[in-house]
């Protein structure tokens, strides 16, 4: 009798063991709907997966599974549907560090309001010193995002800098919004007050984002171009606008002896321009719809910046690009291309007797512009 009641236990435990379990229907279902491309398929696969992660405790890795369908849901436009799963994988020990970051940053997805954002600074405020994930960035990103729509300068400024320490610990899959984070603070902490010390600090990343470009110059993402550019014309920008405003700033020659000390080595800096054979005829290049309406995106400061790349046939400038609208307005630069036409190149040589030319592969300026309020 008692061999059999033995035995009667551990039958019963091994088929309360199965039944703890996920099912693996389940897991290969969603499976199959990432591999059939459909989102729907995506999210009705994730809800059925979240549930039976929750409807099933005593799985050792529920937690886990929770948070993973929880934040597939959110990413495919249905956080309504991962606040529940969101919330138990947060209790959970299973469930990766950021998991209680999950349900708050879901919440603040449906409805942003004070409550919502007060919750998920605190879910935030509990991981920001561990590395980054991808939810941590998309709630850090929706932050200063969201501040910068509402022109709240002060908390965009408070957001975006957590942001770049936090982005920092995470390396190289996250340097790029390392870069940008650092730059949506530099444009609200410009809108607050410009500083010397700002131009130092945009120096010091065009330094670093000098180095990338010159060790790996075959390799490198667009985004690093993109970037350094953007932090070149910062420091022009807020040159320009301390300078018309009477205040001390770092002058252009302190400014390239920090950026030569920071990226290190006698290698020359990207060149603003490229070309084959002759060099470019100083000129000017003119932008008449500045002319006209001198007003960036927004319209709002009273100084901003334009970064420009183009090419020059013959002197005509053809293909200009806007690779960064500074301050920064919530406007994308492509939104900012439709403001321009109509564009030319000024030469100051007569390239017959110069020695010059009127071609480049690529140039790159930064234009400054006045701006006024309220555009």
């Known amino acids: 009798m008692r061999r059999t009641l033995v035995s009667l236990f551990i039958g019963l435990s091994a088929v309360c063991s199965a039944m703890a379990q996920v099912p693996s229907g389940d897991l290969q279902a969603l499976e199959a709907a ?40 959110c990413i495919n436009f249905s956080c309504r549907d991962a606040i529940k799963p969101g919330k138990f994988a947060a209790t959970r020990s299973d469930a990766p560090i950021d998991a209680v970051v999950l349900a708050p940053f879901a919440e603040y997805r449906v409805k942003v309001s004070k409550k919502s954002k007060r919750a998920l600074a605190e879910a935030l405020s509990l991981v920001e010193a561990s590395e980054p994930t991808d939810l941590t960035l998309s709630a850090f990103r929706e932050l200063y995002s969201q501040s910068q729509l509402v022109r709240d300068s002060k908390a965009t400024a408070e957001w975006a800098s957590r942001a770049h320490l936090h982005f920092g610990r995470g390396g190289e899959p996250y340097a790029e919004y390392y870069y940008e984070s650092l730059f949506v603070q530099i444009s609200a902490e410009y809108e607050i007050r410009p500083r010397s010390s700002q131009i130092e600090t945009v120096v010091r990343a065009s330094g670093e984002l000098a180095r990338r470009l010159l060790d790996s110059p075959d390799s490198h993402t667009d985004w690093v171009e993109r970037s350094y550019w953007e932090a070149t014309g910062w420091a022009e920008l807020i040159r320009a606008r301390l300078e018309s405003e009477g205040r001390d700033y770092l002058s ?64 005509e400038v053809i293909n200009p690009e806007i690779i960064a609208a500074l301050p920064r307005s919530g406007l994308t630069p492509e939104q900012a291309e439709s403001r321009i036409a109509r ?3 000024e030469p100051q040589e007569d390239p017959a007797t110069a020695n010059c030319a009127l071609d480049a592969e690529t140039g790159v300026l930064t234009l400054i512009v006045r701006t006024l309020r309220g555009g």
Request: hydrophobic share 40%.
């Open 34 to 73: 990432k591999a059939s491309g459909s989102r729907q398929q995506v999210i009705t696969a994730a809800r059925q997966l979240a549930a039976s992660a929750m409807a099933h405790p005593e799985d050792p890795e529920a937690g886990r599974i929770a948070y993973s369908a929880g934040w597939l849901l």
């Open 252 to 315: 252009r020659a302190d400014a390239e002896a920090m950026l030569k000390l920071e990226y290190t080595g006698d290698r020359p800096l990207p060149p603003r321009t490229v070309t084959k054979g002759l060099r470019v005829c100083d000129g000017h290049l003119i932008a008449a719809d500045f002319d006209k309406e001198p007003i960036l995106p927004g319209g709002y400061a009273s100084f901003g910046a334009f970064v420009i790349k183009f090419s020059l046939r013959n002197g």
């Open 343 to 345: 564009w030319r190149f």
